[in-house]
């Protein structure tokens, strides 16, 4: 609750909650004591690994998300899935597909699947690997990979991770423009531990990185 709090005082959109193997696991409940004391403005959004559409649903509705994160192979089939599976709620929750570029393969192919933008709110570039599918403090090629976010970007929202922190976030915004960032590692003194002064630096480098490239705060 207080790593949540300060999170939202330093200017956060969005909080995530990781309900796959992870040593940031929540419980269901344990994420819903936070999740209500939160502000509605605040995004709440779940991260899964190759779970089932009724698993994250039943997710979902116990912890009170707003949106969800899938972080594994999951394909758009399985995202229009999961809309059915939640239809019916109060609002449609935000989908975010993460692309783990450091594995490369069939998961770059979601972007350019026939519909995609359909259902799929947002695109999130992440440098996981096969045993950690994201959280690993590592950046991927960003000068590599910037042809192709250019391209995806015209059809997709973009939220970059990976190896962030307040010494190079202003850089990945310069670069790619991002709807978005999402960091882990970059604002923590342990795993699931937040470092307050790494926190606050983080977002206000994110402010003012977006000053500069949009003229907005």
């Known amino acids: 609750m207080e790593d949540a709090r300060r999170a939202v005082d330093a200017g956060a959109d969005a909080l995530g909650f990781i309900f796959a193997p992870s ?9 819903a004591r936070i999740i209500s004391e939160l502000p509605v403005t605040v995004e709440k959004i779940g991260v899964f690994v190759n779970q089932t559409p009724e698993i994250i649903r039943a997710t979902m509705e116990e912890a009170g998300l707003t949106g969800v994160q899938l972080h594994g192979d999951e ?50 570039l992440d440098s996981g690997a096969d045993a950690r599918r994201g959280g690993t403090g590592r950046q ?19 939220i ?25 590692s970059g604002v923590e003194k342990e795993p699931g531990r937040k470092d307050p002064v790494k926190l606050h ?16 705060k």
Do not use: C, Y
């Open 23 to 31: 040593p940031r696991r929540i419980k269901p409940r344990d994420a």
């Open 75 to 124: 394909d758009v089939e399985f995202a229009r899935t999961l809309l059915k599976a939640v239809n019916g709620g109060k609002q449609r929750p935000r989908i975010i597909k993460a692309l783990p570029l450091a594995i490369g393969g069939s998961e770059k192919s979601v972007a350019f699947d026939s519909g995609a933008e359909e259902v799929l709110d947002a695109l999130l």
């Open 140 to 158: 991927f090629d960003w000068q590599g990979a910037a042809p192709m976010v250019r391209f995806v970007a015209r059809k997709f929202k973009i």
């Open 160 to 184: 970059v991770a990976g190896g962030l922190n307040a010494s190079n976030v202003s850089e990945a915004v310069r670069l790619f423009h991002p709807w978005g960032v999402d960091v882990v």
């Open 201 to 216: 630096e983080f977002i206000a480098a994110v402010r003012e990185a977006k000053v500069h490239a949009t003229g907005q």
